[in-house]
């Protein structure tokens, strides 16, 4: 089974300008989760989306934000762009069995953000 | 931000020897813990869970022990690699809150041959 795929890998924009992030789960998982990863912050939580419906927000300000589509892909945009947006940001998928806090999360390679 | 701990952020062990990386947690809440490993230019890497009514669960060369009366966790590894090399997370998931798993700072691991 393939696993989690994102695109694209590597992304180079300038301040102020938008992105959007795209990100395919394992084939049957129906949540999609994600994550920004930095030195200084380390992994934090964005948001999840399930059945194309935002059911779980981080604290990210209104620039970012995402959504699903009926086959379960996901994308997420950031707009206005800036210097610390730049960040490694992943992607992951599970099943929903019914009990969302025990689902395991599989993650995706991440899109590598660089803002100048 | 919302994170759990860690005790050690870098752990240098000899190849054959048992490595031991531990993880604090912030919410008495939580019912599920996973451990994932991240190497270089990867995304993490699932490599064990354990739900809140277990305190120990075994994998292959991987044992989690969860004790929640102090919130701690911590991944064992037997007989560590080089290819265990890699950056470890302790990652906790409140019932309450979905799908949001709260990851502490991680560990690097260091696997001398």
């Known amino acids: 089974k393939a696993g989690v795929t994102q695109t694209p890998r590597y992304l180079i924009k300038t301040r102020g300008q938008q992105v959007t992030l795209s990100c395919s789960p394992i084939?049957?998982?129906?949540?999609v989760s994600w994550y920004q990863q930095t030195p200084g912050q380390g992994l934090q939580f964005l948001f999840e989306?399930?059945?194309?419906?935002?059911?779980n927000k981080g604290n990210f300000p209104g620039r970012f934000s995402g959504r699903q589509f009926s086959n379960s892909r996901s994308e997420m945009n950031v707009s206005t762009l800036e210097l610390g947006d730049s960040a490694l940001y992943l992607c992951?998928?599970?099943?929903?069995?019914?009990?969302?806090?025990?689902?395991?999360?599989?993650f995706g390679p991440g899109t590598r953000l660089t803002v100048l | 931000g919302e994170s759990v701990g860690l005790h050690l952020p870098t752990l240098s062990v000899q190849e054959g020897d048992n490595s031991i990386i531990n993880c604090a947690y912030s919410?008495?809440?939580?019912?599920?813990f996973i451990w994932y490993k991240q190497e270089s230019g990867k995304g993490p890497q699932f490599i064990i869970d354990?739900?809140?009514?277990?305190d120990k669960r075994q994998g292959q060369r991987v044992t989690v022990l969860l004790n929640k009366t102090v919130k701690h966790l911590s991944l064992q590894i037997a007989a560590t690699q080089p290819g265990d090399s890699a950056v470890y997370f302790c990652?906790?998931?409140?019932?309450?809150?979905?799908?949001?798993?709260?990851f502490g700072q991680g560990t690097e691991l260091s696997v001398k041959p």
């Open positions: 989306y399930f059945s194309e419906t935002q059911r």
């Open positions: 354990i739900r809140s009514n277990m």
């Open positions: 992951a998928s599970s099943l929903v069995t019914g009990r969302p806090s025990t689902d395991t999360q599989y």
């Open positions: 990652a906790e998931n409140s019932g309450n809150q979905g799908g949001k798993l709260i």
């Open positions: 919410n008495s809440a939580s019912d599920y």
């Open positions: 084939s049957g998982h129906r949540s």
